[in-house]
Structure formats: C-alpha cells, structure tokens
C-alpha cells in the first residue's frame, strides 16, 4: 500500500532563527508538510515579509472554493502586518489565464450551439454523450478504458483509482506531482456525472 502523499514528501529543514532576532515566536500551519512551522522571516532587522499567492480563478464561474482562497490569502498577511509589524509585501499572481479563457469560452460557445441544435435529449443525444464521455475518459483516465459507461464509472473509478484518490501515489518510484493531481481533479467532479 503506497503512503498518503504527505508521508511522500521530502523533509524539509525549518530555517534557523538568528541568535539576535527578537522577533515574537509565530508558528504556521503548512499544506505542505501539514503540520505547524515555525515562521522566521528571511530579513528579521526590517521585519520584511513577501507574501507570494495563487491568483483568482478567472476563467471559470464563481465558486465557494474562491472565496476560501481570499479568506486564507487574506488573514495571515494582515495579522503579520498589524499585530507583528511586518513590513508585508503581498504578491499575487495570476497565469495561465489566456488559454484557459479561450478554452472555456470556445466550451460555452460550442455547448449553447449544441442545446440550439438538439434541445431535446433523445437518443442520439445520449450516445453522443456517452461517446463524448467514454472518449474524455480514455485519455484522462486510461486505467478506465473506453469502454467504460456512464452508468458504471463511479464503481469502476473507484475499483481503479481508489488507492489515489484516498493518498496514494500512481509510481512507487517516483514523488507524487501533477499526475496524480490531474487525476484527482478528473475523477472527483466526474462523479457528478455517474447519473447521466
């Protein structure tokens, strides 16, 4: 049985606090070694903090999730900088967006042509689905296989990938990275469409 990922990752060494720095002690919890570490500043004497962050989801409709992120980005940065007297430089980044939004777009405008096309579903709307699924899963998730319907890919998902998506890793031999987040991202919302 492979470790859950957190198990995977490399120890990392917390840096150690200069025999001089007077600054308050202030732990953190870390996503990525999920525990809590100690923060200790690059330049203690000016109190200099850069706060680097993930950038908003714009090529995709509003969620709850988006919101999290803003709280969390939001909170720390702030505590350092009123209550520690931080000088917080707050960086947030956004990329990728240019494909991503053309992408989405070019979905939206072919799906509102489609609904134009057939508003009802019959049967030939079904199997174009169906088609359109089994195709979608043969290239993101090739354990599945093509053959692999609707109807069936939560059991079948499971049976396969089970091991991943409660922590495992796909290689043994290799730290855990995109794949298996390609992979998680894939099948959790595909569940929705179990029901098709």
Request: hydrophobic share 35%; aromatic share 10%.
């Amino acid at each position: 049985m492979a470790l859950p990922m957190a198990d995977q990752q490399p120890r990392r060494l917390e840096p150690l606090a200069h025999p001089e720095c007077t600054l308050p002690p202030l732990r953190i919890w870390s996503s990525l070694t999920r525990s809590e570490t100690a923060f200790i500043p690059v330049d203690y004497e000016g109190k200099s903090v850069t706060w680097h962050t993930c950038g908003p989801t714009v090529y995709d409709n509003a969620q709850l999730g988006h919101a999290r992120n803003y709280v969390i980005t939001d909170i720390p940065p702030r505590i350092m900088r009123d209550y520690f007297k931080f000088n917080v430089k707050f960086i947030m980044n956004i990329a990728d967006v240019d494909d991503k939004v053309i992408s989405r777009v070019r979905q939206q405008h072919l799906f509102a042509e489609y609904k134009i096309k057939y508003p009802f579903i019959d049967t030939k709307v079904f199997d174009m689905a169906q088609l359109a699924f089994s195709t979608f899963l043969e290239q993101r998730l090739p354990l599945l296989g093509s053959g692999t319907l609707s109807s069936n890919f939560y059991h079948e998902a499971k049976c396969k990938y089970g091991y991943l998506l409660s922590g495992g890793i796909l290689n043994a031999n290799k730290k855990p990275g995109l794949d298996e987040a390609r992979i998680k991202g894939i099948s959790r919302p595909s569940q929705s469409l179990r029901k098709l």
